[in-house]
C-alpha cells in the first residue's frame, strides 16, 4: 500500500505560478512512476505528467502544459509539479498518482488539490 498526501494548491491570476507538492509514505520500494493528474468539472481525469523511478527519471507531459509545466522528484518519497504560466484552462482538482507494478500494475491515489486560475 502506499499513501499520498498533497499540498501547494490555491487561488493564482493568469500568468502566475505554483508549486505542487506530493509526499509518499508506505511501500516506496515498488513505486515504479509518480504522477499528476487534473478533472476539471465535467471532464474526465487526464494526465498532467509523469515521472519514472530510475536512472534517468524519463518525464512525460500532456501536449498542453509542455513548456509550462515541470515533474520532478527529489528522492523516492517526494514528487513536485512545477506550474508556470497558468492559464484559466488550467483550473482543476490536481490529483497525485504512484503507479506500482510488482504485483500487476495498481494505482494509488491522493485526496487531491485545488489549483484555480482567475482574476
Known amino acids: 500500500q502506499v499513501q499520498l498526501v498533497e499540498s501547494g494548491g490555491g487561488l493564482v491570476q493568469p500568468g502566475g505560478s505554483l508549486r505542487l507538492s506530493c509526499a509518499a509514505s508506505g511501500s516506496i520500494f515498488s513505486i515504479s512512476s509518480m504522477g499528476w493528474y487534473r478533472q476539471a468539472p465535467g471532464k474526465q481525469r487526464e494526465l498532467v505528467a509523469r515521472v519514472f523511478s530510475g536512472s534517468g527519471g524519463s518525464t512525460v507531459y500532456a501536449d498542453s502544459v509542455k513548456g509550462r509545466f515541470t515533474i520532478s522528484r527529489d528522492n523516492a518519497r517526494n514528487v513536485y509539479l512545477q506550474m508556470n504560466s497558468l492559464k484559466p484552462e488550467d483550473t482543476a482538482l490536481y490529483y497525485c498518482?504512484?503507479?506500482?507494478?510488482?504485483?500487476?500494475?495498481?494505482?494509488?491515489w491522493g485526496q487531491g488539490t485545488q489549483v484555480t486560475v482567475s482574476s
Open positions: 498518482n504512484a503507479r506500482t507494478t510488482m504485483s500487476g500494475l495498481t494505482d494509488y
